[in-house]
Every structure is written in structure tokens, then in C-alpha cells.
């Protein structure tokens, strides 16, 4: 049933991490050499093939402000049972998207009077 908001959630980093990367690409031809780097940086830092509960204490405050933390953690409670997310962790993952696509949006407008000349 709540596998939808989850899936939400993940096409919203997806659509914010597209914005703040889209006028990059254009400007600097090197980020779309640099994106498959990234995105497997950002598998190992995203809770997909171990569990949230193998990172110490301390720091799961970091994991949580990975949007993806709160995403993943719901699709495996939401399809295969389990323990829900801590509603912190999807507060600030949900923050944390919120606020990557308010700022892309912005980012990406200013990028936009430029992209086309730039092509």
C-alpha cells in the first residue's frame, strides 16, 4: 500500500540529482564521464546490499540524509516485510529530496538561458 509514496520519493531524487546535473553537462562535457563514477558512489553510500542496521549508531545520522536511505529501506518493508524506517530517517530523506529539487529547479533555470547557446 505505501510502496507508491516510495516510489515517489525515488523518482523525485532522481528527477533532482537530473536538474542540478543537467546544466553541468552542458557547461563542463567531463560530468557525463564522471555520472557512472558517481552513481556507483552512491550505491555503496545508499543501504542497498547490506542493512541500515550494519552502520554504527553514530553515524546513521549520515545515511539518513541520503535520500535514498528512506527509499529503499520503505520498498524492502513495503515487498518483503520487515522493520519500517525509523520516521526520522524518512523525515530528513523527504527533507532532504525536498529541498534537492527546490534548489535544482532553481539551478537549473539559471542554467537554462545558457544551455542552448552552449550546444
Same mark, same amino acid.
Given at each position: 500500500?505505501?510502496?507508491?509514496?516510495?516510489?515517489?520519493?525515488?523518482? @523525485?531524487?532522481?528527477?533532482?540529482?537530473?536538474?542540478?546535473?543537467?546544466?553541468?553537462?552542458?557547461?563542463?562535457?567531463?560530468?557525463?564521464?564522471?555520472? &557512472?563514477?558517481?552513481?556507483?558512489?552512491?550505491?555503496?553510500?545508499?543501504? !542497498?546490499?547490506? &542493512?541500515?542496521?550494519? !552502520?554504527?549508531?553514530?553515524?546513521?545520522?549520515?545515511?539518513?540524509?541520503? &535520500?535514498?536511505?528512506?527509499?529503499?529501506?520503505?520498498?524492502?518493508?513495503?515487498?518483503?516485510?520487515?522493520?519500517? &524506517?525509523?520516521?526520522?530517517?524518512?523525515?530528513?530523506?523527504?527533507?532532504?529530496?525536498?529541498?534537492?529539487?527546490?534548489?535544482? @529547479?532553481?539551478?537549473?533555470?539559471?542554467?537554462?538561458?545558457?544551455?542552448?547557446?552552449?550546444?
Amino acid at each position: 500500500m505505501f510502496l507508491p509514496f516510495f516510489i515517489a520519493l525515488a523518482s @523525485l531524487t532522481g528527477l533532482s540529482v537530473t536538474l542540478w546535473l543537467a546544466g553541468a553537462a552542458v557547461r563542463y562535457r567531463d560530468v557525463g564521464f564522471a555520472l &557512472p563514477f558517481i552513481g556507483q558512489i552512491w550505491l555503496y553510500l545508499t543501504p !542497498v546490499i547490506y &542493512p541500515a542496521s550494519l !552502520v554504527p549508531e553514530r553515524f546513521r545520522w549520515l545515511l539518513s540524509l541520503n &535520500p535514498m536511505t528512506a527509499v529503499v529501506g520503505g520498498c524492502r518493508w513495503s515487498l518483503l516485510g520487515g522493520e519500517l &524506517p525509523h520516521t526520522g530517517v524518512l523525515a530528513v530523506s523527504a527533507s532532504c529530496t525536498v529541498v534537492l529539487v527546490i534548489t535544482g @529547479l532553481f539551478v537549473f533555470r539559471r542554467a537554462e538561458r545558457t544551455i542552448v547557446d552552449m550546444i
